[in-house]
């Protein structure tokens, strides 16, 4: 018997809750098996005297809609081409952007670290770093913030006060995302209209938002989970569009080995998983008055704390002390990387990451493990670096 067909569409609205019209090109990507629509009205009793116990019917009222999807990141293959699913993580509160890599010498006062502004001392262009550099011997990566950095000036870091020379000007870098803040008076581009096709039959919600979650298993892809939450605007019979190929088919899925994983400047073992969760808290924006005459205008987003959880290899406290860095309250960099080939390389970074649950555990006989919850901290929106390069 075939499986179930299912087409997953996203399109970056203009207006926020102002519904875009859906063509072909907005499947971004292969969605998993597990993606679903997940209808919501709200029922409101009358609550009127009877003289019997039987119930009036309800009064329906504003309609939600919740698209729950996943997919295996992958990326564009090259350093060049924005990867397909950019969209999608700026429907996380993400602002995404052509990442740039510039050559520099030897680092005083270093590292450079992840989040933190770089300032060119000739041009003043400046940028944000996508993940930490402690030497010269890597070009630094950022996305670009203003003007353009240019060869033989000094860079200072914002944070930790680095310095460093550089050599080149800089050289396309792939793509980067930092969480941002919206309102719909700053002309940020969150809001998307979603509509998923299933086996003849679709949904929309438009004005949608989404939360974010990556899970990393030992040899396996990136499995990216997200909820995309708005009115539910419209339903009904349709013909799929029938997409057979889509733009990263041929890119390699990255796999996570060789991952490059840093806690502070701790190379942790026996991991099995990561998640790294950034949740949103999804809300409507209410208002009777508005002529969709649904009662929602679009969706808004309560940022909640970004989390890692992980296990990993119990080790004495010499080698590195889990339980004083937690009772202390430190903050120190967190460090992934997801792949191994240009142009479908992801790195995650955090520079102030800090413990907010170390306990004893097993996942085997014998095999004395650490599990790990950290949270994700910042001060100016670099909680999370997202690197594709």
């Given amino acids: 018997m075939p499986k179930t067909l299912f087409e997953f569409a996203v399109e970056k609205e203009g207006t926020p809750g102002t519904a875009e019209t859906i063509v072909e090109a907005d499947v971004l990507t292969r969605i998993r098996n597990d993606v679903r629509a997940e209808p919501d009205v709200d029922m409101h009793s009358l609550d009127e005297v009877s003289a019997v116990s039987s119930m009036t019917p309800d009064v329906a009222g504003r309609a939600m809609i919740t698209f729950p999807v996943s997919y295996n990141l992958r990326g564009p293959g090259d350093l060049v081409t924005a990867p397909t699913i950019a969209d999608m993580f700026e429907a996380a509160v993400f602002s995404g952007a052509a990442a740039k890599t510039i050559a520099i010498g030897a680092i005083a006062n270093g590292p450079f670290v992840a989040g933190e502004i770089i300032t060119g001392g000739t041009s003043l262009g400046t940028g944000i770093v996508l993940q930490q550099i402690a030497t010269g011997s890597s070009p630094i990566a950022y996305i670009p913030i203003s ?144 002529t969709a005459a649904d009662g929602i205008l679009y969706m808004d987003y309560d940022r909640q704390v970004p989390t890692v959880r992980l296990a990993v290899d119990q080790v004495a406290t010499t080698t590195y002390n889990y339980f004083s860095k937690f009772r202390a309250g430190d903050t120190f960099r967190f460090e992934c990387t997801l792949g191994d080939t240009a142009g479908a390389k992801w790195t995650f970074s955090a520079r102030q990451a800090q413990f907010e649950r170390v306990i004893p555990a097993e996942q085997s006989p014998r095999r004395a493990m650490f599990e790990v919850e950290l949270t994700l901290r910042g001060t100016n929106n670099e909680e999370l670096m997202i690197w594709q390069h």
């Fill in 147 to 290: 003007g353009t950095l240019q060869t033989t000036e000094e860079l200072t870091g914002s944070f930790s006060g680095a310095t460093a020379d550089t050599s080149a000007g800089p050289q396309d870098g792939g793509y980067g995302w930092r969480p941002n803040d919206w309102n719909d008076d700053d002309g940020s581009e969150h809001h998307v209209t979603c509509k998923l096709f299933r086996d003849g039959f679709y949904w929309t919600g438009r004005g949608c938002l989404a939360d974010w979650q990556i899970v990393l298993t030992n040899g396996g892809p990136g499995v990216v989970t997200q909820s995309f939450r708005g009115p539910w605007t419209l339903y009904g019979d349709v013909s799929m569009f029938g997409v057979t190929a889509y733009p990263e088919d041929d890119t390699t899925v990255p796999k996570f080995l060789n991952a490059g994983i840093y806690i502070e400047d701790e190379q942790p073992t026996g991991i099995r998983e990561i998640t790294i969760a950034f949740p949103n808290n999804l809300e409507p924006v209410e208002d009777a008055n508005d």
